[in-house]
């Protein structure tokens, strides 16, 4: 078994597109920094059914256990206390496969 956490994002309005890519570069990033992190996959949503939600993000880890690890990783709360004010709304889902 392995954790899926996948991360859909609508940005604030005044958000640059500029921004937003580097949020993405970002969080592929976390992947150099969080052992845990077995696959990260990011990019623009490029279909009209996001309602609003233009990025979003993959990561994959081998446990329920190495996602809170993820989760706590001073690396991931970085990334959230420099991205979390620019996001108008999230969506995250965990699921086991």
């Known amino acids: 078994m392995k954790i899926v956490h996948i991360v859909i994002v609508k940005f604030k ?35 009209d059914r996001g309602k609003g939600y233009e990025y979003g993000w993959v990561v994959e880890v081998e446990s329920k256990e190495k996602l809170g690890v993820y989760a706590q990783h001073p690396a991931h709360l970085d990334f959230l206390a420099q991205y979390k004010s620019t996001f108008e709304d999230v969506l995250a889902i965990d699921y086991e496969c």
Request: no cysteine.
């Open 13 to 47: 309005p005044e958000v640059t597109e500029e921004a937003k890519e580097q949020t993405i570069k970002d969080v592929l990033a976390l992947k150099d920094s969080i052992p845990e992190i077995i696959i990260a996959s990011a990019g623009k949503n490029f279909t």
